[in-house]
């Protein structure tokens, strides 16, 4: 990559896509014939299924947008047809708006394709951006971006919130694999190929076959402290523009029409600029302003209540901030947003001259994409067409990429290529995972919940193996319950970290980043490779993971071990570079190079390169300097080759690495009460929270009283139990938790060793009919929960009973309680309904139900 320009002020930008007279005079003309009501409508962009036709014709709403898991009539199989047509619906509801008027604005679609059309069955899924970052190639990023292009188009969609161009600089963040790399570098060289291949030229962009780009998150999202996901970056503002919006300058060159501000905030020591979205400086001053972009400011999934005086009916302060487009998760939510917009507009609370501003970029990026001269989403070019969504050719384009992404980090004993003739036994918790290979964001929200019938064509590792050396040849056992590694050749262990998006993905401040420290059934893969090594066995690793982990054991048990990160579904990639073709040849190598530093530590989290173009650099706070005990055990840029100059690894790194044999004990404080009490008359100020699949945490105001689309919270209502609290899940997975006000943890191990229970009294109104779980942390998916779903279903229905859960039934599944700061969180994802009081944590003898 070219070493980059060092900016020692906010630079002016020009866009590949200039001004266009023609186009400036139209959308001002008809700005200037627009009511206050339709220039609002063109600010909100409701959800797929909290938006009707009768909603756009009413509100003359502007856009739309599929979120994750949001399908047409909620058919998770609809194929590009049914697609095009439900967005069509829109689009036509869109024109019936204005047909009293003497123009029209055409209607507008957006999804998160992030790493293709991850939504869409059938769509081409490319590896997330991590692996990308590591294939070191920004001519493979157009070609991806084009091909997701095409395949956007075919569904009818018009915009795709794609690029990423966060620089990750703390792998406890749970978002780490979206960004391409730490180095702004591949970032700022990426972002603009991303760019260039979603949208082309000014023609590319008007034509049918290319879409409106996003680049998301404005600004520092990537430089959290301590990897925070929706957290503050602390660091200088030279830092921020040199590191953390340098794919942001690449972008908006290359054309980008739109960018997505950040759930993030940002401080500079005494100066505490505030969550992103409400900062008139981060948006209007320097995006706009500053570095010239001309395109659409957009919010990102109800971020507006984040920020200092707005709720979830008022985005006022947001609006004042700059950014022009809210996404608004419900129907209720949107048009309060709307109906607040319209009174703060009309009372002058907001001035006119921001609306305008607003809504001029809106028709402008319209225009600029051709909107107004193209057909029904149905009757475009590439409509439907299935053989546009998941074209071989895109297939094959995945494939080569998850190829190249593949990082070799040991490579001994010239286990690699292996034979086609070998007899190969695949075993680990990713043998036969597909959800470990796709991550995130991939047809759901936490891509947890798929399976290869999700992915025409797709291929777990086991299964790929299999097409290689024939089922005859190939034993499969993930958790080596029955096969003898030493009847076969060679062993493939795949493992890898669960699917996670933002807000589950995260690795709490006090927590490993080993592998094997983060869920019990990671540490039972390391328990695996300890037995195949005690068999003798050559074995082969295979890592799946949105980011590098200790994992130094790991690979010293390996002959070979290989960072694969997130290459989706197609595991023939792999195959591809594992081993030989039918000739006998290696057919392909390893090319991939770590676009990220490799931990030497548990406590290694952020030991980054420093930026090249970044004179007299200074660490910033929550960073850690790549030198000394942080230094990376793999520097960025590494990565061996099964043949030519790398193909030897360097010498500091012969084997066995250096282990980290230091105990991780967080500090927290001691808790030795005999009971820590929960919600009203609870020794300990704690508060309620709930949190949901599309919706981040939300605290339950004083009086317990809180109405959302995934759950209700009121009082019970009941004098003999004045704390008591009656939660109605509405069946989306839902989170009900008490947290500590000021986020201190207590170290409950003594509360454990003196034989403490989890205990409350409870009332079953609706059991649930499922799953149910309960847990002492806020850790999930990280740490373990328990179903306690059949013990409340056997509770007398409708009258209050005492529960308890001794917390070492919690701790043998896995649970820890050195540092908990969640001492109590329910939830499923079935619809229930309960009535809690008298949380407690306590070893104090049961003294009846009050």
Not at 181 to 199: C, F, K, N, T, W
Not at 383 to 400: I, K, N, Q, S
Not at 421 to 443: E, F, H, P, R, W
Request: aromatic share 8%; proline share 7%; glycine share 10%.
């Amino acid at each position: 990559m070219n070493r980059l320009e060092y900016y020692a002020q906010w630079p002016s930008l020009r866009s590949d896509i200039a001004v266009d007279p023609a186009v400036e005079e139209t959308v001002r003309g008809i700005l200037a014939l627009m009511t206050v009501e339709e220039k609002i409508g063109q600010m909100i962009q409701p959800d797929l299924v909290e938006l009707t036709a009768d909603d756009v014709r009413a509100y003359r709403i502007g856009s739309a947008l599929n979120g994750a898991g949001r399908w047409p009539d909620g058919d998770r199989r609809a194929d590009a047809g049914q697609w095009a047509r439900t967005v069509g619906v829109f689009w036509e509801a869109a024109r019936d708006a204005y047909r009293d008027r003497p123009f029209h604005i055409p209607f507008m679609w957006a999804s998160d394709a992030v790493h293709g059309h991850n939504n869409v069955h059938g769509a081409t899924v490319f590896p997330h951006n991590i692996g990308l970052g590591a294939a070191r190639d920004p001519e493979l990023i157009r070609r991806i971006g084009a091909a997701t292009a095409r395949e956007v188009a075919a569904t009818g969609m018009d915009w795709t919130f794609a690029p990423t161009v966060a620089t990750p600089r703390d792998l406890r963040w749970g978002r780490c694999y979206e960004g391409y790399s730490e180095d702004p570098e591949i970032v700022h060289a990426y972002a603009r190929a991303m760019v260039e291949g979603l949208q082309g030229d000014a023609e590319g962009l008007r034509s049918d076959s290319r879409v409106l780009s996003c680049a998301k998150h404005w600004v520092g999202d990537g430089g959290t402290y301590e990897g925070e996901d929706r957290g503050i970056a602390r660091c200088g503002e030279d830092l921020l523009r040199n590191i953390h919006a340098m794919g942001f300058f690449s972008s908006i060159e290359a054309g980008a029409q739109s960018v997505m501000v950040s759930y993030s905030g940002w401080e500079d020591g005494d100066r505490v600029e505030g969550r992103a979205h409400g900062s008139a400086y981060l948006i209007s001053d320097v995006l706009k302003d500053a570095l010239s972009f001309d395109g659409v400011v957009i919010g990102d999934w109800d971020a507006h209540p984040y920020v200092e005086g707005c709720t979830e009916g008022d985005a006022g302060n947001v609006i004042r901030a700059g950014v022009d487009i809210l996404m608004v998760s419900t129907r209720a939510k949107w048009q309060e947003v709307y109906r607040n917009a319209v009174g703060q507009v009309e009372s002058g609370a907001i001035a006119m001259s921001r609306i305008d501003d607003a809504v001029l970029r809106i028709l402008r990026v319209k225009a600029r994409a051709g909107l107004w001269e193209k057909p029904r989403p149905q009757d475009r070019l590439l409509a439907g067409r299935a053989d546009v969504l998941g074209a071989p050719a895109h297939r094959a384009l995945a494939r080569e990429a998850a190829r190249k992404s593949l990082v070799l980090l040991k490579h001994e004993g010239s286990v690699l290529p292996l034979a086609r003739t070998a007899k190969v036994l695949v075993t680990g918790s990713a043998a036969d995972s597909i959800g470990k290979q796709t991550g995130g964001y991939t047809v759901t929200w936490q891509g947890d919940d798929v399976s290869l019938d999700d992915f025409p064509g797709g291929i777990t590792t086991a299964g790929a193996v299999a097409e290689i050396v024939g089922t005859d040849r190939c034993t499969v056992d993930p958790f080596l319950e029955h096969a003898d590694p030493a009847a076969h050749d060679v062993v493939v262990m795949a493992m890898g970290e669960d699917p996670y998006a933002e807000m589950f993905g995260s690795v709490r401040p006090w927590r490993s980043i080993g592998y094997a420290d983060l869920k019990p059934s990671y540490a039972r893969d390391l328990h695996t490779l300890r037995r195949l090594r005690s068999s003798g066995a050559k074995v082969v690793t295979l890592l799946f993971s949105g980011r590098p982990l200790y994992a130094t054991e790991e690979i010293n048990l390996s002959d070979a071990f290989v960072a694969a990160w997130l290459p989706g579904p197609d595991a023939r990639a792999l195959t591809d570079v594992l081993f030989r073709d039918a000739a006998g040849e290696q057919a392909h190598d390893f090319r991939g190079r770590l676009g990220f530093s490799w931990p030497r530590s548990r406590r290694s989290t952020a030991a980054n390169r420093i930026p090249r173009h970044i004179p007299e650099y200074r660490v910033p706070p929550g960073e850690q300097e790549p030198t000394g005990p942080h230094a990376p055990l793999f520097p960025y840029g590494y990565g061996l080759h099964l043949s030519g100059p790398d193909s030897a690894a360097d010498p500091a790194y012969r084997s066995p690495l250096p282990v980290d044999e230091e105990e991780f004990l967080p500090q927290a404080a001691v808790f030795s009460a005999p009971a820590l009490v929960i919600g009203s008359g609870g020794d300990t100020s704690y508060t309620f929270h709930v949190s949901a699949t599309d919706n981040g945490p939300q605290q339950v105001p004083e009086g317990n009283r809180l109405e959302t689309p995934f759950i209700s919270v009121e009082p019970a209502g009941d004098p003999e139990h004045p704390d008591g609290v009656a939660l109605a899940f509405k069946g989306t997975r839902t989170f009900f938790y008490a947290q500590a006000h000021d986020g201190k943890p207590y170290d409950l191990r003594e509360l454990l060793a003196s034989g403490g229970r989890l205990r409350f009294g409870v009332r079953v109104v609706e059991p649930p009919a499922g799953p149910f779980y309960l847990t002492c942390h806020n850790d999930y998916p990280q740490q373990p929960v328990i179903d306690i779903s059949g013990r409340l279903r056997a509770l007398p229905p409708g009258e209050w009973a005492s529960f308890e859960v001794p917390l070492s039934e919690l701790a043998s599944a896995g649970v820890g309680f050195s540092f908990v700061d969640v001492p109590f969180l329910v939830y499923t994802e079935v619809p229930a309904r309960l009535e809690l009081s008298g949380i407690r944590l306590t070893a104090e003898p049961a003294q009846g139900l009050s």
